[in-house]
């Protein structure tokens, strides 16, 4: 061990590299390199080209538009099968008892939390690409569209009194209530999947960027303070309106503050009891993960017992509390959507998509990397439009991926998405034969799954602490993203976080951080001269970087902290030098204005003609003022006035500017750049850019940058090269002013 770190050590010591060649400038490299030749193609050749079909590649987007197509042929049953088995029976027992829980979010009966449950898992094996999400009903878009829905359908849209003896007007109230609640649900996944497959044809998968992950995390945690008030009524057995739109959490927590003392205390109990329950499991998960073959699940285990103390106790007849209700056996024949609602829906459904897809994008990357398979972001978005639209027509409202039943699924096990398929059959089992044997099942045991569930997103706040550390820019997005979707609603909110994340990268651009290099002696690195005391800068010369490019919002400032960086202002130094050359042409004229008055007053003096002939032609050459002649009554000034009239300079020769950061340049950059190059020109600095890349050189040339004036010979490869190049260039000059 010891003989291997010595050898890395003398290799270290010992590693050096050395190149000669000349100082290249982009002219010279330019001069010496061969551009392939490329024949550039029509749009109708490119058209054609796209529109060409061979066996090959048809074959090619079948397997695309299809994966299945290309995994299950070479499924090994062997070795994947059993994992499978177990990973879908798992996750299937939450995928039942979340479905039913995430439905009351939904604000739709239970049972279409049953049939988003199935047909959308099952469609996901044949689109998807990735073998360890679980596709299905998740908390934050389920809240998404119980908002929209209350919103679209509020509790008071058909009038009838909470006290009402009578049981036919209520049923039919509700019914009339949930049905038109059901439609806005579907039409919002109708329409979100259509969205969604949209983007996924056009290529569109890199949307997903724009919702960082502070912003993710901060809007996920407002969802989850959503969820959880949502659910109190539902814990505590308590009626009350359902609210949606900006303030609906504070409205939500006053009507159940004001609602408190009518709480059912058996409801209450039977919540905590289940809560209880479900922690202690998830403890035991978590501690004896590696012990466990499966985890426990407590989730169906609590439906279980609490379905069955409830049907045994008759606690809806007897105790008042509320109940699932009927659960229709067997399928729905599929219906169209009702279209006229999507006018009012559509802005509601770009947000839905959009988090849906990123929700579901971010977990596949997650295991894809884990794993060591690759995801196609934008079949994914096709994966879920086909699930969604699809869906919509069997009364499925809009899923996406769970991140707690796809942490299941992928440490039970699961190595495709069969175990998704196996999921989705035990659903079914549930919705066509024993259904009806969950009527009995508490709403406060719904609630209590759903707020158990939100434990990891409330660990969230503890992103505030890692932020604070890490990025203050960070910080302020996922405050934002927090406070915005709590208080304006999650669409609103989303809206509001994403164009706040749009302005910090703005922000980022327009205040970047300026440096001046320096060498680190003998090698061709510069670094920052304030950061490192090993940095040197060479005399005369000063090297300039930003770490941003240069366009219309940061031009200004770039030129700003240029003259401050370099303490070279050259608008200054021309005013001075004009300031001086004024002050000093006064000074002349005063002198010679002094010096003819004394030629008259010696004219006037004299009583002979000739003598004041003589006298007055021997004045109008260089007569002697005071003893002094005119030209050195100038020359002759005190050093501080002396100094007061030179003409400043500049205490630089050249100046370099690192183009290494700069990814484009727009019209007004390229202006900006070329008024600094004229500028520094005049005051008798000369300006050089260096590692300008290839792209940017383009844009330059684009824009006309290139001139008489501006060539590309002002265009170094690096560095070092505009460096060596401003050292021979000063080197000539001061020889030829030697010569002089």
């Known amino acids: 061990m010891e003989h291997a770190q010595e050898q890395e050590a003398c290799l270290e010591q010992t590693q050096r590299y050395c190149v000669q060649r000349p100082i290249y400038n982009q002219e010279l490299l330019q001069g010496q390199l061969h551009r392939r030749q490329r024949t550039p193609q029509t749009l109708g050749q490119k058209i054609a080209h796209s529109w060409r079909c061979s066996s090959k590649k048809a074959k090619s987007h079948l397997y695309r538009f299809l994966p299945i197509l290309k995994w299950l042929p070479r499924y090994p049953v062997k070795e994947y099968l059993l994992g499978d088995i177990i990973s879908g029976i798992s996750t299937g027992v939450m995928q039942l008892p979340q479905g039913l829980a995430y439905a009351l979010l939904a604000a739709v009966p239970p049972v279409f939390g049953l049939y988003s449950s199935f047909y959308p898992v099952f469609l996901y094996t044949f689109f998807g690409t990735s073998k360890h999400i679980s596709i299905g009903t998740f908390a934050v878009v389920s809240m998404m569209v119980g908002g929209v829905a209350v919103r679209e359908v509020p509790d008071e849209i058909i009038s009838v009194d909470y006290n009402s003896t009578n049981v036919t007007d209520v049923l039919e109230y509700y019914s009339a209530r949930d049905t038109k609640r059901v439609q806005v649900a579907v039409v919002l996944a109708f329409l979100s999947g259509l969205i969604q497959l949209c983007l996924g044809f056009l290529r569109f998968g890199f949307v997903a960027i724009y919702l960082t992950e502070p912003l993710v995390r901060g809007f996920t945690t407002a969802a989850a303070v959503h969820v959880f008030t949502s659910q109190l009524k539902y814990f505590l057995g308590i009626k009350t309106s359902r609210y949606s739109g900006p303030l609906s959490v504070v409205y939500s927590i006053a009507a159940v503050l004001s609602k408190i003392t009518t709480t059912n205390i058996a409801a209450l109990i039977v919540g905590l009891t289940c809560i209880v329950l479900l922690l202690i499991g998830k403890e035991i998960n978590l501690r004896f993960k590696k012990k466990l073959p499966v985890p426990i699940p407590m989730e169906i285990i609590v439906v279980i017992i609490g379905t069955g103390v409830s049907a045994g106790m008759n606690l809806s007849e007897s105790y008042k509390v509320d109940v699932v209700g009927n659960i229709p056996q067997g399928l729905r024949a599929p219906a169209v959507p009702e279209i006229q609602l999507i006018p009012a829906l559509f802005v509601d459904a770009v947000a839905i998509a959009i988090v849906g897809f990123s929700m579901a994008v971010s977990m596949a990357k997650i295991f894809a990397l884990k794993h060591g398979y690759t995801i196609d972001g934008n079949q994914e978005l096709i994966a879920l439009g086909i699930c969604n639209s699809v869906g919509s027509f069997f009364q499925t409202f809009s899923i996406t991926c769970s991140m707690s039943r796809s942490l299941v699924q992928e440490s039970t096990g699961g190595r495709t998405q069969i175990a998704g398929t196996l999921s989705a059959i035990m659903v079914l089992l549930v919705i066509v034969a024993i259904g009806y044997l969950f009527e009995p099942l508490p709403q406060t045991v719904l609630a209590a799954i759903v707020m158990v569930n939100l434990k990891g997103m409330f660990k969230q706040f503890g992103d505030i602490m890692h932020f604070w550390r890490t990025s203050k820019i960070e910080l302020a997005i996922w405050v934002v993203a927090f406070v915005a979707s709590l208080f304006l609603g999650l669409d609103y909110g989303l809206l509001t976080a994403v164009t706040f994340a749009m302005i910090t990268v703005i922000y980022r651009t327009q205040s970047p951080q300026y440096r001046i290099l320096g060498q680190i002696p003998n090698t061709d690195i510069y670094c920052d001269v304030e950061e490192y005391e090993e940095v040197k800068e060479y005399p005369g010369i000063k090297i300039f970087q930003a770490n941003t490019s240069l366009y219309f919002a940061n031009s200004e400032s770039y030129t700003s902290a240029l003259k401050k960086k370099t303490g070279v202002d050259p608008g200054a130094l021309l005013a001075a030098r004009r300031k001086a050359q004024k002050r000093h042409a006064r000074e002349i004229k005063a002198a010679n204005e002094h010096r003819k008055k004394a030629v008259l007053k ?139």
Do not use: W
């Open 602 to 740: 010696l004219v006037n003096s004299s009583t002979n003609d000739v003598e004041a002939s003589v006298k007055h032609e021997i004045a109008s050459d260089d007569l002697p003022v005071n003893g002094k002649f005119a030209d050195s009554s100038v020359q002759d000034i005190p050093p501080d006035e002396h100094e007061y009239f030179v003409e400043p300079k500049p205490n630089i020769h050249s100046l370099i500017l690192d183009f290494t950061p700069v990814n484009f340049v727009d019209s007004v950059g390229a202006k900006t750049l070329k008024s600094i190059i004229k500028e520094h020109k005049e005051v008798g600095v000369c300006v050089c850019i260096a590692s300008c890349s290839g792209p940017v050189m383009n844009e330059l040339t684009r824009l006309n940058f290139f001139d008489k004036s501006v060539t590309r010979e002002l265009l170094f490869h690096s560095i070092h090269d505009a460096v060596l190049a401003c050292q021979v260039k000063d080197g000539c000059a001061a020889q030829d002013d030697s010569n002089l």
